[in-house]
């Protein structure tokens, strides 16, 4: 993972990268004396006890937005005179990021900078901790680090521990220059085999769908695997041990991924080549219909908290929906509601990312001319995600053309509280367009107190789900199951 992105599943909301800043100037002035005569070997003393400061694990939490934190370590080790060092984050199953300068100064500050995030953190030890700021995307978050033995994330009860009751094996496929890496899980002995290809929510994620420490791929397929049902799941592509351009990449690429799926399941002895189904979540569930259409031998859908709306028109949701759980004033909100939908419109009507920056600039400024300089830095960060070709496509994207297009045995499920894909309008969409074409085959159902992951949850915001212990209710798990199993029993 090349990047640092609070992504939490959210087909709308793709927390941009992570950011930070520390007020005042990071380099000192020299003192007006005349600095005293010393000796390299006195300097280079002096250097070795800066850094010895410093050495050691570091672990702290970022805060990135609507109430969430990101955690992070720093390893810092001595490297002849100097400090070499690399950055984890944990939640984001990214490891050993290197840092590619490191600057003690004398005062005791410290400046840890790491290129390809275009990133850094400034920072000074105070008494039990080092104190500082993040500083990425033209953000700034403060950062406090205190000494660790090593991080211990929490535990998930679901996440299921080997030895495994069934056959798991890692498997990989190409959809034309890119490959594809992934694992594919069999019940033992398998002969032809039901098998469901699991389709992921948006941000880059790897085969089990990782966030906040969460597996919800991995419960996923060791649930059904065990009922009999195969599942394959797959890092996206540029991520994990997958090849491509992840940046670059749309909704419709990452649906021809899991087409060259199904294409390769179709080559596997094992497999029943008519019983090969599509699960998604999130923007995954989007994707199924237009692999679908795409396929003939796709049969059976299930959309698990997928968008039936336009893209602009879920954004505008989550813009009021978070607003309001998080206790925005209402003139506030709708002011960011208004700011919103002005500039999804320009978006959808300005193909030049250049100008279409400008315009969205200039129309903030004419509704909200109080903005100041910081909201003014983070949004150019919102900007450089906003014009991505991703968001793109989504925002222009309206998926009820395809979802009246699907014929096979369909299962669309949300939870009750999703702050990120209503249920209620989103299933009403989707039982509108499916059943437009005569499909007599959809089974609609919402889940309660459940959220976008399918946590059973309290308020359905987003700053719960790192908290939950629960990875995906048993009661979604079996609706879900029970559902699959129908389809696939022998007839």
């Known amino acids: 993972m090349n990047r640092i992105v609070a992504s939490c599943f959210c087909i709308a909301i793709q927390s941009g990268t992570i950011s930070g800043a520390l007020p005042g100037n990071a380099s000192r002035t020299t003192a007006k004396h005349k600095p005293t005569k010393t000796t390299t070997s006195t300097t280079k003393l002096d250097a070795k006890m800066d850094n010895d400061k ?17 955690p992070l370590v720093f390893h810092f080790e001595e490297s002849g005179a100097k400090l070499s060092g690399t950055l984890d984050s944990p939640a984001q199953n990214a490891s050993g990021i290197k840092f590619d300068t490191i600057t003690v100064h004398p005062d005791g500050s410290i400046v840890a900078a790491v290129a390809k995030l275009q990133a850094q953190f400034e920072g ?29 994330p929490p535990k998930r009860a679901q996440e299921p521990q080997p030895p495994f009751p069934y056959d798991s094996e890692q498997v990989s496929f190409k959809n034309s220059d890119v490959e594809i890496s992934g694992t594919l899980t069999l019940p033992k002995d398998s002969k032809s085999c039901p098998v469901v290809v699991l389709l992921h929510g948006s941000g880059p994620h790897d085969r089990d769908e990782t966030i906040f420490f969460h597996k919800p791929f991995l419960v996923l397929a060791d649930y059904l695997t065990k009922r009999g049902i195969g599942v394959l799941r797959y890092d996206k592509r540029g991520c994990g041990k997958s090849t491509g351009d992840y940046k670059s990449a749309t909704s419709n690429d990452f649906s021809e991924d899991g087409l060259a799926a199904i294409n390769y399941l179709k080559t596997d002895a094992r497999v029943n080549p008519a019983k090969i189904g599509l699960l998604g979540h999130s923007e995954g569930g989007l994707l199924a219909p237009i692999i679908a259409d795409k396929s003939t031998d796709v049969s059976f859908l299930v959309m698990m908290a997928g ?3 336009p893209g602009d028109e879920i954004l505008l949701g989550q813009v009021r929906k978070l607003g309001e759980g998080g206790g925005l004033p209402k003139q506030r909100l709708e002011l960011e509601c208004q700011m919103a939908r002005e500039t999804y419109a320009i978006l959808k009507a300005e193909p030049d990312d250049k100008l279409a920056i400008d315009k969205i600039k200039a129309m903030r400024h004419r509704l909200n001319p109080q903005e100041d300089a910081a909201a003014e830095k983070d949004l150019s960060a919102q900007l450089a995600v906003m014009t991505s070709p991703w968001f793109r496509y989504f925002v222009s994207y309206d998926p009820r053309p395809m979802l009246s297009k699907v014929h096979c045995p369909m299962l669309a499920i949300n939870g009750e509280r999703d702050t990120q894909v209503l249920a209620s309008e989103n299933l009403d969409a989707i039982k509108k367009a499916v059943e437009s074409n005569g499909n007599k085959q959809l089974t609609v159902i919402t889940l309660p107190k459940l959220n976008h992951l399918f946590q059973t949850c309290s308020t359905g915001l987003p700053q719960e789900y790192s908290n939950i212990e629960e990875t995906i209710s048993p009661a979604a798990l079996t609706v879900i199951g029970d559902w699959i199993a129908k389809q696939t029993e022998s007839k």
């Open 54 to 70: 410093f050495v050691g694990t570091w672990q702290g939490s970022l805060p990135i937005g609507n109430g969430m934190t990101l």
């Open 124 to 152: 000074k030890i105070q008494p039990s901790k080092l104190a500082g700021v993040w500083k990425q995307g033209g953000s700034s978050s403060p950062l406090s680090l205190a000494r660790s033995f090593g991080y211990q």
């Open 307 to 309: 968008a039936a709306l």
